[in-house]
Structures are given as C-alpha cells and as structure tokens.
Antibody, heavy 123, light 108 residues
Framework: QVQLVESGGGLVKPGGSLRLSCTPSGFSFSDYYMSWIRQAPGKALEWVAYISFSGNTIYYADSVKGRFTISRDNALNSVSLQLNSLRVEDTAVYHC????????????????WGQGTLVTVSS | DIQLTQSPSFLSASVGDRVTISCRASQVISSYVAWYQQKPGKAPKLLIYGTSTLQSGVPSRFSGSGSGTEFTLTISSLQPEDFATYSCQHLSTYPPITFGPGTKVDIK
C-alpha cells in the first residue's frame, strides 16, 4: 500500500536550517508530482511547495519562497525540503503528500499523506 | 488568491446524526474542491475530490456537492470513527493551493 514517511524535524533556532526528507513506498515514485504541506498548531493546512515528476517544475508558497527548496531523487525514491532562514512562524508539522491532477487539468489534490514531522523554531 | 471559509468551525453531534459542513470560496471557482479528514497524530485522509467523487475505500456515507462559491460535505449517518477535523481544499490549477480552516466534529 502507499506509504509516505517523513523525517528530519526538530528544534532549531530562528535563522537556522533543517532538511526534511520523505520516503515513499508502494507506488512508482517517478510517476507522480510530490508536495509538502504544513500545519501550524491550531491553524489550517498550508500548502508549501510541489515538484513535478523530474523536478523541472517547482512552485512555492509566497511565505517560503527564497527560503525553502524542494527537491527529489527518483533513483533513491525520496523527496526533500531544505528549510533555511527559519522563522518562529515556520513552526508546524510538515507533511509530505502525493499530488494528483484532475482529468483535463482542472486542478490538483493530494491523495496520500504522511503523518508528518514536527519543526519547532524557537530561541 | 481565493480564500476558503468553513462553517461551522466546530460542531457537536451524536452517532447516527446527519452532518453537513459548508465550504465557501471568496469568489466563484470554476474548478473543484476536495475534502480531507484529519485525526490527531495521523496522516490526513482524502475523502472526496472533484467536488463529489468519493476516493476509493471511503465509506458511502460521505458525499460532496456544490458549485460556484458554495460546497458541502455531508456525512449521512455519523459513525464513532468519524469524529475528526474536516478541511476543504480548492483544486486550483496554479499555485497557491488553498485549504479551508477546518471544521472539528466532536461527540455530543
């Protein structure tokens, strides 16, 4: 069955960096777009970034643009999120998710998610 | 950017109740919405995509409907395992991809 397992979260000081990883299994990884979505305590889900099959197409939320970098390695079956210049407001559980597209290009949704990894930014 | 609001933000219900959750968009959206179920410490679960298509394996007591700016998730007969938080998502073609703030369904 499809599984997504995130790792790499932890406590980091403001301005610091962290690298999150997601290890998928149960499907042909290179056939799917992948995404990161976060949820701060008591807040709504917030899409962070997504990456295309080969990594040629990448999009970021404005809140993380220029600070976070999404990447993938299809040979190693992994997708990563590099978090730089972290801020207190980046504190959240970060979920890895598989992205699916509606037929005809009518938008994207997330059909499988991981449990998430907690990132805490605090001095 | 399109903003999504949900109502109610919290509802208390009993097993067997019919539950309806609303998701409203800040402008008419020509595309679709999806609905997710979240339980504490668990991976969010896709329930419905394309506004009304049930994800494989999801019980038929869940249904979705709507168009324009108003979308609805209905649980026809609430079961003990349905107590959770439900969030809608706009199936935007281009970023950003937006979610509603969530509706927590609690036991009465």
């Amino acid at each position: 069955q499809v599984q997504l397992v995130e790792s790499g979260g932890g406590l980091v000081k403001p301005g610091g960096s962290l690298r999150l990883s997601c290890t998928p299994s149960g499907f042909s990884f290179s056939d799917y777009y992948m995404s990161w979505i976060r949820q701060a305590p008591g807040k709504a889900l917030e899409w962070v970034a997504y990456i295309s099959f080969s990594g040629n197409t990448i999009y970021y939320a404005d809140s993380v643009k220029g600070r976070f970098t999404i990447s993938r390695d299809n040979a190693l079956n992994s997708v990563s999120l590099q978090l730089n210049s972290l801020r207190v407001e980046d504190t959240a559980v970060y979920h890895c998710a598989r992205l699916r597209g509606m037929p005809g290009g009518d938008g994207y949704y997330f059909d499988y998610w991981g449990q998430g990894t907690l990132v805490t930014v605090s001095s | 950017d399109i903003q999504l609001t949900q109502s109610p933000s919290f509802l208390s219900a009993s097993v067997g109740d019919r539950v309806t959750i609303s998701c409203r968009a800040s402008q008419v959206i020509s595309s679709y919405v999806a609905w997710y179920q979240q339980k504490p410490g668990k991976a969010p679960k896709l329930l419905i995509y394309g506004t009304s298509t049930l994800q494989s394996g999801v019980p038929s007591r869940f249904s979705g409907s709507g168009s324009g700016t108003e979308f609805t998730l209905t649980i026809s007969s609430l079961q003990p395992e349905d107590f959770a938080t439900y969030s809608c998502q706009h199936l935007s073609t281009y970023p950003p991809i937006t979610f509603g703030p969530g509706t927590k369904v609690d036991i009465k």
